[in-house]
């Protein structure tokens, strides 16, 4: 966590408190993009406060970005961090909550997807008095059935009346206070799923509708696979349904078996018939070692989560820093 940070500005404050707001951009492979990007995000945010700052996260691209990141922490107050390799978009995000120094602190992508200009009416609403302004965006209809159908279930599979709400709509473009931002940094775990991380936290939160731009150039870096991989690390990190329903199929067989046992035996007792079943037989040694295969592998799926925080190995690894912007003055 850093330590140049002064206390939170308190809420009631904020509407008349002069204040710092950082960025956090990650990027990885952005080359075509970001040395337009960053300009423009400086020049948009500079109309917001004089005191700025954008950190960029370059999370071990193997082209341009970083040259052309570092060229511009000269003439923008772009704070530059590279990652050692590619540690992924949810380490990218964390590394720069855990370098920003600002009041607050809105996390947005490098291909100006999100858009720009929606930043003034979060810092609006964050001065009101809003802890954490996150945006929903309206697209589903577009996605692959496929996804679709695998977004329901994921969201059914997180969903905890009780506890977190995880927004399903809602994506990383969100303005984050200090606060947010110190508790998000004090969580220990090394498997981040940041968007149930933003629900678990809390705070006083509100969603507001936005259009996403198209990508104008590149292409996107998540596909199925990569997308089903992250729903894994949420689902595990955040929600013990699959046990749940792997001890309720187990359940369900084994009243089942024993209903047929019972069945088996009055029928040889009492109508003296004997159930030629090798067929049977068969069908049921597969169904079973297949449950038992799917049992086993979500069990295995949260012992390698287990494994994966015990090693404790750091979140991601800094090759290089440069354009670190001061503290704030008290
Ligand atoms: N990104 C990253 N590390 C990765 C993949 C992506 O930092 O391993 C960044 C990327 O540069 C972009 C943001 O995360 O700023 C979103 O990526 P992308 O546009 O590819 O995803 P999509 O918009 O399709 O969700
Ligand atoms: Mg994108």
Redesign the pocket.
């Known amino acids: 966590m850093n330590t140049e940070t002064n206390a939170p500005i308190r809420s009631e404050d904020r509407a008349t408190r002069p204040f710092r707001l950082s960025c956090v951009?990650?990027?990885?492979n952005?080359s075509l993009l970001i040395g337009r990007f960053l300009p423009a995000l400086a020049e948009a945010i500079a109309a917001i406060t004089p005191d700025v700052e954008i950190i960029v996260v370059n999370?071990g691209s193997q082209d341009e970005t970083g040259r052309i990141v570092s060229a511009l922490t000269t003439t923008l107050p772009v704070h530059y961090i590279e990652f050692s390799r590619?540690f992924?978009?949810e380490a990218?995000l964390q590394a720069g909550l855990d370098a920003s120094t600002g009041d607050c602190v809105v996390l947005l992508?490098?291909?100006f997807?999100h858009p720009i200009e929606v930043i003034p009416q979060m810092v609006e609403r964050w001065r009101a008095g809003v802890d954490m302004v996150y945006t929903l965006k309206a697209h589903r209809g577009e996605e692959p059935r496929l996804r679709q159908l695998g977004s329901k279930l994921f969201y059914y599979l997180v969903s905890n009346r009780r506890g977190a709400v995880i927004p399903p709509d809602a994506g990383d473009f969100r303005l984050l206070d200090r606060r947010v931002v110190d508790a998000l940094c004090a969580l220990p775990e090394r498997n981040r799923f940041m968007k149930g991380l933003y629900a678990w936290v809390g705070f006083r939160s509100e969603g507001i509708a936005i259009t996403m731009h198209e990508?104008p150039a590149g292409e996107?870096?998540?596909n199925g696979l990569t997308l089903a991989s992250l729903a894994m690390t949420g689902v595990t990190a955040f929600s013990v349904k699959p046990l749940r329903l792997v001890t309720l199929t187990g359940l369900v067989i084994s009243v089942g078996s024993l209903g047929m046992a019972f069945w088996i035996i009055f029928e040889k007792l009492f109508l003296g018939q004997v159930i030629p079943g090798f067929t049977t037989l068969a069908a049921a040694v597969f169904l079973l070692s297949g449950v038992q295969l799917v049992s086993l592998g979500i069990v295995g799926e949260y012992v390698g989560r287990i494994f994966d925080e015990v090693k404790q190995r750091p979140r991601y690894l800094i090759a290089e820093e440069r354009g670190r912007r001061p503290g704030r003055a008290p």
């Open positions: 951009v990650p990027a990885y952005e999370d590619n992924g978009k990218a992508d490098a291909d997807q990508r996107s870096k998540f």
